[in-house]
């Protein structure tokens, strides 16, 4: 079992930054490969990002390549989701997912746990 909790969502203007959390407990975090993930309303859920175990290996949505970065901290049991120049489109909730193997996926389906997810809203 994997226990999640997001944080750091929240309201910010077009063009601003944040920095999304994901806590996890429960199994040894460095045996996982985690996602982040998001649902906008009336859309289905996408993926955003994800990282293998180790951090050596990440993946990007085109959408949000070279403005969204990805990292881990093993010691902490955390993801982070550094979200920068963000736009009134990466409007969402944003869940952070955990696999239990140490390749990461782009497919929401080969997630095992997922967090409540956490609301980001961007305005014009």
């Known amino acids: 079992q994997v226990q999640l909790v997001e944080s750091g969502g929240g309201l910010v203007q077009a063009g601003g930054s944040l920095r999304l959390s994901c806590a996890a407990s429960?199994?040894?975090?460095?045996?996982?490969?985690m996602g982040w993930f998001r649902q906008a309303p009336g859309k289905e859920r996408e993926f955003v990002a994800a990282i293998n175990w180790s951090g050596s290996s990440r993946y990007y949505a085109d959408s949000v390549k070279g403005r969204f970065t990805i990292f881990r901290d093993n010691a902490k049991n955390t993801v982070y989701l550094q979200m920068n120049s963000l736009k009134p489109e990466d409007t969402a909730v944003y869940y952070c997912?955990?696999?239990?193997?140490?390749?990461?996926?782009?497919?929401?389906?080969?997630?095992?746990?997922w967090g409540q997810g956490t609301q980001v809203t961007v305005s014009s």
């Open positions: 997912a955990a696999r239990t193997v140490q390749k990461s996926s782009w497919l929401s389906y080969e997630y095992d746990y």
């Open positions: 429960g199994r040894t975090f460095s045996s996982v490969a």
